[in-house]
């Protein structure tokens, strides 16, 4: 198994944990007046964000690497294109809560490419395969939104 493979895995996925801590922070306030029943399971994923960031760099650090501690442009540009979209839309509680969806499903796609990929050790598979399960759970607790209301 290629370190440097590893490493530029686990640094992607680095990356799109970033993201989504950026874009937690976009919800911040902005819809628990309407949805306060979910700030609970919103303030669960914040954290569980900065432990899956915190356990994949020193993942990186432990396998010789150096820990990209950034987001992705993909990320920029989506983040971007949520202010654009929310300052258009009427509904932004909902626009928001769907783009935590699509953010989730994103992070949970990548997870699953990063395991399929075959670039990872098996101490990183297991650390990614648990950090992947968290991303399912969180997701399934957001994506029937539409159902909610």
Excluded at 33 to 52: E, F, G, P, R
Excluded at 77 to 98: C, G, P, Q
Aim: net charge negative; glycine share 4%; hydrophobic share 35%.
């Amino acid at each position: 198994m290629n370190n440097e493979n590893t490493v530029s895995v686990l640094n992607d996925l680095l990356n799109i944990t970033n993201d989504r801590i950026e874009g937690f922070s976009k919800v911040e306030d902005k819809v628990w007046d309407t949805h306060s029943s979910l700030k609970a399971d919103y303030d669960q994923m914040v954290a569980q964000s900065q432990t899956m960031k915190n356990d994949l760099i020193q993942l990186i650090n432990g396998k010789g690497g150096e820990a990209d501690n950034t987001t992705s442009t993909a990320g920029a540009i989506h983040r971007a294109w949520i202010d654009v979209k929310n300052s258009f839309v009427a509904d932004k509680d909902e626009s928001t809560l769907e783009n935590v969806v699509f953010g989730e499903r994103a992070a949970i796609d990548a997870y699953q490419d990063a395991l399929d990929s075959g670039d990872l050790c098996p101490e990183s598979t297991r650390l990614v395969s648990d950090q992947l399960h968290h991303l399912k759970s969180s997701y399934a607790k957001f994506e029937n939104l539409e159902e909610r209301n």
